[in-house]
């Protein structure tokens, strides 16, 4: 749902402990932190990388006319044949494997407060549902909303109702659930997100826990305590949702880029920043906007949920999207975020994230609307400071770039709205991949 994100530049520094202590101290200082650290952690155990899978909402909305559209609407057939295509179509085997309801599934609570799917358009029931999706070794997501009402206007989950719905959840054997923060105050949501994040723990069932918290309050602090979140939720969604555009990528991207200071770093095994679906094979970008989505989205370690018809999905696209070695970056079991390294004032951009074995990816992005543009540069000039010799391969072309010394210089040349994105680990290592 659109909110206004407001604009704030306080960037929150965080001060050394205590400078000039004696060094001892200062490790005892420093393990008690990281004891307290270990003791406060949300420790379900999941996401220790990106999830990854499929979401309903950015291409299905709130369709609910199933009469018409039998095919498109919100209903268990709709996610019964995703989760066929997520199992057939290569999709499982690289890591895609949650399948995720989002809005306007429910259809009332019960007379003893139980929540209830659409009879009509969930004929089976939730656990029907989620036994279909794991006998395909896939996993379940479903949506509530902390707050009177969810978003589109159906049942929400208010304060008292909290606990009996995440044991609904556990008992339906759901995977994750995404809490909205439509209808909700800013105390509602300061006390019921670290509540549902116990009433899950509770169930015993491990369940994956996304917040909509920080996108209701701004996304930036002094409102948003991200180590709180980091305690409370494995992943969060810190703005506005994406819409089907080059022009909302770009409004996330900005947002994500100005506040890297803060976001960047409390990124991490466990809790992610996300900004939002994947709107790779829908309507909205071109061949080279839908490259760049997921390269950045990959370089931001960002959760990737499709949003598109896997029914009906292009070669092209599923190329872009079914990239082994852009996954496996995504995926690297550092899960450090990337950041924005350079902006040129010829719109040429550079990012990086570091990896594990002492390899980075890097996306070289162009905001240029003219041609393709010969960027030149060195490993050195972009902060590589080792002496190793490196090699990079080209994650979209599988081009390999040999015998990368850090002054060496080199050009790539990106596309307007385009990315080039190389991998790039020490020579030592060998090819890392193919
Ligand atoms: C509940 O939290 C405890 C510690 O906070 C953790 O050890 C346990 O694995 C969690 N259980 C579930 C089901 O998330
Ligand atoms: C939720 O509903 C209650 C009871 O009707 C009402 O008092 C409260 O203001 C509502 N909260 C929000 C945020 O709309
Ligand atoms: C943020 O939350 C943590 C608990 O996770 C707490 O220790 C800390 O004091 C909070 N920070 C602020 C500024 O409120």
């Not at 036994?131 to 304060?159: A, Q, R």
């Not at 994040?197 to 996108?215: D, E, H, K, Q």
């Not at 690297?332 to 980075?360: C, M, N, T, W, Y």
């Not at 060496?408 to 060998?430: A, Q």
Request: hydrophobic fraction near 40%; proline fraction near 6%.
């Amino acid at each position: 749902m659109g909110r206004q994100a407001e604009q704030r530049d306080g960037a929150v520094g965080r001060g050394p402990l205590c400078v000039g202590a004696p060094h001892t101290l200062l490790w005892l200082a420093a393990s008690l932190l990281l004891l307290v650290a270990q003791v406060l952690a949300l420790e379900n155990g999941l996401l220790r990388t990106p999830p990854m899978g499929w979401l309903a909402w950015e291409r299905f909305r709130c369709n609910i006319n199933c009469d018409e559209d039998p095919k498109n609407c919100i209903s268990e057939r709709l996610f019964m044949e995703m989760a066929d295509r997520l199992a057939e179509d290569g999709w499982r085997e690289l890591g895609y494997v949650y399948v995720n309801i989002d809005d306007c599934w429910i259809g009332k609570r019960d007379a003893k407060g139980r929540l209830v799917p659409d009879p009509k358009r969930f004929p089976n029931g939730i656990a029907h549902l989620a036994d279909y999706v794991h006998s395909l070794g896939l996993k379940l997501g479903i949506y509530e909303d902390l707050g009177n009402f969810t978003c589109m206007g159906y049942p929400g989950t208010t304060l008292d109702k909290v606990v009996q719905d995440a044991q609904t959840f556990a008992e339906w054997k759901v995977d994750m659930l995404k809490l909205d923060g439509c209808y909700s105050t800013p105390e509602e949501r300061a006390t019921g997100y670290p509540k549902m994040a116990a009433a899950l723990n509770a169930t015993g069932r491990r369940i994956a826990f996304s917040c909509s918290w920080p996108a209701y309050d701004g996304g930036l602090p002094p409102k948003v305590n991200y180590s709180l979140l980091a305690d409370t939720c494995n992943l969060w969604r810190n703005y506005d949702d994406i819409q089907d555009s080059w022009k909302s990528v770009l409004y996330i991207l900005d947002w994500f880029v100005t506040y890297q200071d803060i976001l960047q770093p409390v990124a991490g095994p466990g809790h992610w920043n996300d900004p939002d679906m994947l709107l790779i094979g829908n309507f909205g970008l071109s061949f080279e906007e839908a490259q760049a989505q997921m390269a950045l989205w990959t370089v931001l370690a960002a959760p990737l949920f499709m949003s598109t018809d896997l029914r009906t999905i292009s070669a092209q696209n599923m190329d872009i999207l079914q990239n082994p070695l852009m996954i496996k970056i995504n995926q690297d079991p550092l899960g450090i975020q990337g950041r924005r390294i350079v902006k040129e004032e010829f719109f040429i951009e550079v990012f990086l994230r570091p990896l594990s074995h002492g390899a980075s990816a890097l996306v070289f992005f162009s905001r240029r609307t003219d041609m393709p543009y010969r960027y030149q540069s060195s490993l050195a000039t972009l902060n590589f400071t080792s002496s190793h010799v490196y090699e990079a391969q080209n994650v979209y072309t599988g081009e390999i770039i040999s015998d990368l010394h850090g002054e060496t210089e080199f050009t790539v040349t990106v596309n307007p709205s385009g990315v080039v994105m190389w991998y790039v680990y020490p020579k030592s290592l060998g090819k890392a991949h193919h």
